[in-house]
């Protein structure tokens, strides 16, 4: 019998909810959705466990997350005679739920739990490991993917979300359990204790720490804040709340929120894809709450680590890019710690950390400035890494920023994973200064392209319907490797090997045109981030478009 019709019938044997029974009983004559569902075994990818939820191994479920939490358990009670971890979680559906149980079976475990009573963001639960000085902590959430997913990330002691030589351990903790081995109570239980609201505002507090403005004269950035107009959606999301505060503290008084998309609901029923990447889940904010006065249109999605923009260009209201977004904040930050404000400055060795698949005109900013660039694998994960080595060395202060091109930011060292919160902080204080000036968010990017050169950059995916696909999805990038693609503008590309082993395929070609493919870490996809440069504009577009069109003409004919 083949391995997945084995699990299947394990599966069928065992006591489960009504609910996944049904999908049992459903699914039971459907080889494909069967081979789909139990051909595999969740892994950790570049954040954590996500997937589909429903019945199977290779889904999201109650005996999934028991089984992840036993084997969590496991590497703590090794490392720590008593471990302390704190749990959160979004407004998805079953997200509560599964935090819940989390909490039960790690104090079963000895595990002393603080798990928040209500949605929260992923920054605020990193942050809150930190400030409890907790072993560790988990998150249920599926970030930004649709409805039907959720997901489980586990962060150390520092607030990281697991590097992958960590998450290969808690691997193999977890695959010494079965999924429906009973959860074996200790004799000195661990307790459950809800994080107060003084977690809640000493990460308000630390947001404070991280304000910055654009000039000592705070009546003028007060001023300019209450000027500035800003329409706001959390998209069903846990930003909500936080958001509401932010904009309280930094003065902003001419704000509409998107009521459809207020409330806590993980159906997201007016956003099916509740996604900033997406200029869909803008519709409702730009179409219905946005006028002539708007300055900016912001969105976090669900947990808040992701933030997205949109501002005007030639009259109507565009989504700027995540790198686009990335290269503002990066040069806005360095602009004023250059101009020592606050008394910040550019003093010692400022670092920029950024993932190899984000817009390289950041390294041509951060040269302008004097400050160093380092690229990281995908992942904020790996960025947080960084600034583990940097705190260990007696350096943390050396860390400026870090971004991206997925929508995720960083200024500051209070949280180790990306910040939605701060990001929208962050943005509000570069378009009041902009604002100020007579000028705004496209404006400055074209005053930066004018400075460095036209530069465009999109990331598009090749999406895969189930699990059968991913020998193809394999198929495409062994053919880049073979180099089986042979012709990129008019030049024979060669692949940079020092990112082989990470299964990334990177070009540069002449001309400061870039390339680079990779498959998802969470989802049946392949991703492609194409980077191109011309004389002008229109140029840099076109370039982006030819060097996109070959790419996914080579990924249709490996098909």
């Not at 074996?184 to 991280?210: P, V």
């Not at 989504?319 to 550019?346: A, E, F, V």
Request: one cysteine or more; proline letters at 3%.
């Amino acid at each position: 019998m083949e391995k997945y019709l084995e699990q299947y019938s394990l599966w069928k044997k065992a006591e489960l909810p009504e609910e996944l029974k049904q999908q049992l009983d459903e699914v039971e004559r459907n080889g494909e959705e069967l081979f789909d569902r139990f051909c595999r075994h969740m892994t950790f990818g570049t954040s954590g466990l996500r997937g589909k939820m429903g019945v199977g191994t290779n889904r999201i479920n109650e005996a999934v997350i028991r089984r992840a939490n036993m084997g969590v358990a496991d590497y703590l009670t090794s490392k720590h005679d008593r471990s302390c971890m704190v749990i959160g979680f979004d407004t998805r559906l079953n997200s509560e739920k599964y935090a819940r149980q989390t909490a039960e079976d790690m104090a079963l475990r000895g595990i002393d739990v603080y798990i928040f009573d209500r949605p929260t963001p992923v920054p605020v639960v990193s942050f809150a490991i930190r400030d409890l000085g907790a072993d560790g902590g988990i998150m249920i959430t599926a970030s930004h993917n649709p409805m039907e997913y959720n997901g489980y990330k586990v962060y150390d002691h520092s607030g990281n979300q697991i590097d992958d030589i960590k998450a290969r351990k808690v691997e193999a903790c977890i695959e010494k359990h079965s999924y429906f081995e009973k959860v074996q109570s200790c004799d000195n239980k661990g307790t459950i204790t809800l994080c107060g609201d003084n977690i809640k505002e000493a990460y308000f507090d630390a947001l404070e720490d991280c304000f910055l403005p654009w000039t000592d004269d705070m009546k003028q950035v007060q001023d300019a804040l209450a000027n500035l107009s800003v329409v706001y959606t959390p998209l069903n999301g846990a930003g909500r709340d936080y958001a509401v505060k932010i904009f309280e503290k930094l003065g902003i008084k001419k704000i509409r929120f998107v009521e459809e998309q207020w409330e806590h609901d993980g159906t997201f029923p007016t956003c099916p894809s509740p996604n900033p990447e997406n200029a869909r889940a803008f519709d409702l904010a730009a179409g219905q709450y946005a006028d002539e006065d708007t300055d900016i249109i912001i969105a976090t999605d669900p947990d808040s680590d992701r933030m997205g923009i949109m501002a005007r260009k030639d009259g109507t209201f565009r989504r700027l890019t995540g790198d686009q977004t990335g290269l503002l904040m990066l040069d806005y930050i360095c602009s004023c710690h250059q101009k020592g404000i606050g008394g910040r400055n550019l003093d010692g060795h400022k670092t920029v950390y950024k993932s190899f698949v984000s817009s390289p005109f950041a390294e041509d900013i951060a040269a302008s400035y004097g400050v160093e660039l380092v690229n990281v694998p995908t992942g904020f994960k790996n960025i947080a890494l960084e600034m583990e080595k940097l705190e260990i060395s007696g350096r943390a202060e050396d860390f400026l920023f870090g971004f991206e091109e997925s929508l995720g930011y960083l200024y500051g060292n209070y949280t180790r994973d990306k910040d939605g919160l701060l990001a929208l902080q962050m943005t509000c204080l570069m378009a009041a200064c902009l604002k100020v000036r007579g000028s705004d968010l496209y404006g400055k990017l074209e005053e930066l392209y004018q400075k460095h050169g036209y530069v465009e950059s999109k990331a598009v995916s090749i999406d895969f319907k189930s699990e059968k696909d991913r020998d193809r999805m394999n198929g495409i990038m062994e053919g880049l490797f073979d180099g089986r693609l042979t012709d990129l503008m008019g030049q024979k590309p060669v692949y940079d090997p020092s990112v082989r082993e990470l299964n990334m395929y990177k070009v540069r070609l002449e001309g400061g045109h870039q390339v680079i493919i990779r498959p998802s870490g969470t989802e049946m996809k392949i991703k492609i981030y194409a980077f191109a440069r011309g004389s002008s504009g229109k140029e840099a577009a076109e370039n982006l478009d030819e060097l996109i069109n070959r790419v996914q003409t080579f990924a249709d004919m490996q098909k």
